[in-house]
C-alpha cells in the first residue's frame, strides 16, 4: 500500500504589515502568514501544490487568504517573497530531487551501457550476442517486433558472419534469459544459414534499433576470472601460455595446467603439467576429464607466485583462464 496525501505547512512572517483596514474593527495592524501545500508519498513531501500568503488582525484575530476577497491583493507577492525562501521551500521537493536523481543515474548507466555496445560492434569477436528487433508480418496484414538472436559465428577484417536463432520473442527478456542460462552458447539454438554483414554497418544498425543489444561473453568469465585470482583456493587450474613467460618455449606447443597446491596469505603454490598443447582445450579437456586431478599429472617441480602478481599474469596473457572445480562438477 503507498500512501500519500497532500500536506500543508505555515510559517509565520517576521514583519507586521500595516495600512490596511481590517473589515471588522478597523484595526490597522496585521500579522503576516505563508502557508505551503505540497503532495507527498509516505510523508516525503514530492511537490509543491500551493503556496499562499495569509494577514490575521492583530485585535479581532480575523484571518484572510489571498484568496479571499476581503484580502488586499496588491501585498500577496510582497508578503510571500518575505516568507518564502529556497531554504523553507527546496525540502518540499525532496521527492522530486531523489526522483530526478533516480532518473539521471538511470540514464548515465543506460548511457555507459550504450558506449560499451558502440565499442563492442566495433570490434566485434567471435561469440558476441546480438538482440535483434525485426517486424514480423502477421496474415492479418498488421506487424509485430519479434526479438531474435544473432551471434557473431566469424569475423575477419570486413565480415562478421552471424547465425540467428531459430525461435523469435515477443519480449526482450526472452533472448535475454536465453543468454544469461546458456542456452544460447548451444549451436542447436541457430540455424544453419548464416548472413555476412559489413563490419562498418554494425554500429548504424544498433543506431536505427534493429540491433536491440550487445553483450559479450568473456565479460563474466572475466570477472569471475579475476576474483578467483584475487581469493585462490587449492586446486584452481591456471590454464597458462608459457612463451608468454618464458622466452625458450615452443611457441607451437605451450599450453599446459598450473594447479594451485598451496594457499598461504600472500602467495600460492602452484605445480606445472607435463604435457603441453597446442591450444588451451586441450589443457581444457584434461580439466574436465579429470584427468589434471592426478598427481602424477605433474612435474616435481613447484613455482611460489604472489597473489597481487595473478591478476597481473592474466594481463600480461600467461594465465588464459582459470578454472575452479566445484564449477567444473556442476
Ligand atoms: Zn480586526
Known amino acids: 500500500m503507498i500512501i500519500y496525501g497532500t500536506c500543508s505547512k505555515t510559517i509565520a512572517g517576521k514583519k507586521k504589515y500595516e495600512g490596511y483596514n481590517c473589515p471588522n474593527c478597523d484595526n490597522t495592524q496585521w500579522e503576516t502568514f505563508g502557508t505551503m501545500k505540497y503532495f507527498d508519498i ?9 503556496r499562499l500568503a495569509i494577514i490575521r488582525c492583530t485585535n479581532c484575530k480575523a484571518t484572510f487568504y489571498e484568496y479571499d476577497k476581503k484580502f488586499p491583493k496588491e501585498i500577496a507577492g510582497q508578503i510571500k517573497s518575505s516568507i518564502f525562501n529556497l531554504k523553507n521551500t527546496i525540502p518540499k521537493f525532496t521527492g522530486l530531487i531523489i ?12 548511457n555507459i551501457k550504450d558506449e560499451k555496445e558502440y565499442v563492442y560492434l566495433e570490434n566485434p569477436m567471435i561469440g558476441d550476442f ?3 528487433k525485426h517486424r514480423k508480418a502477421l496474415q492479418n496484414g498488421g506487424s509485430e517486433y519479434r526479438f531474435r538472436i544473432m551471434k557473431v559465428k566469424s569475423v575477419s577484417k570486413d565480415i562478421v558472419e552471424l ?9 526482450m527478456i526472452g533472448p535475454r534469459d536465453d543468454i ?3 542456452k544460447a552458447d548451444n549451436d542447436n539454438y541457430y540455424i544453419d544459414e548464416t548472413i555476412n554483414i559489413q563490419r562498418s554497418g554494425l554500429k548504424q544498425m544498433k543506431k536505427i534499433g534493429t540491433i536491440y543489444s550487445v553483450e559479450r561473453q568473456s565479460e563474466n568469465k572475466d570477472t569471475k576470472e579475476n576474483f578467483y585470482l584475487t581469493k585462490p583456493m587449492v586446486n584452481d587450474f591456471y590454464i597458462v601460455n608459457l612463451s608468454k613467460m618464458f622466452k625458450n618455449v ?7 595446467i598450473m ?3 598451496l594457499v598461504s596469505k600472500n602467495a600460492v603454490e602452484l605445480i606445472i603439467s607435463k604435457i603441453k598443447y597446442n591450444l588451451p582445450t586441450g589443457s581444457l579437456k584434461d580439466i574436465i576429464s579429470g584427468e589434471a586431478n592426478k598427481d602424477s599429472y605433474y612435474t616435481k617441480k613447484t613455482i611460489q607466485i604472489l597473489i597481487s ?6 594481463e600480461y596473457g600467461v594465465i588464459c583462464s582459470v578454472e575452479r572445480q566445484s564449477e567444473i562438477n556442476n
Open 130 to 132: 546480438y538482440v535483434v
Open 180 to 182: 544469461k542460462s546458456g
Open 250 to 256: 615452443d611457441s607451437k606447443c605451450n599450453y599446459s
Open 42 to 50: 509516505y510523508w516525503i513531501p514530492i511537490f509543491l501544490i500551493s
Open 99 to 110: 526522483i530526478a536523481s533516480l532518473i539521471i543515474w538511470a540514464s548515465i548507466q543506460s
Open 309 to 314: 602478481g595473478l591478476i597481473k599474469l592474466k
Open 163 to 171: 547465425i540467428g536463432s531459430r525461435c523469435t520473442y515477443s519480449m
Open 259 to 261: 594447479r594451485v597446491r
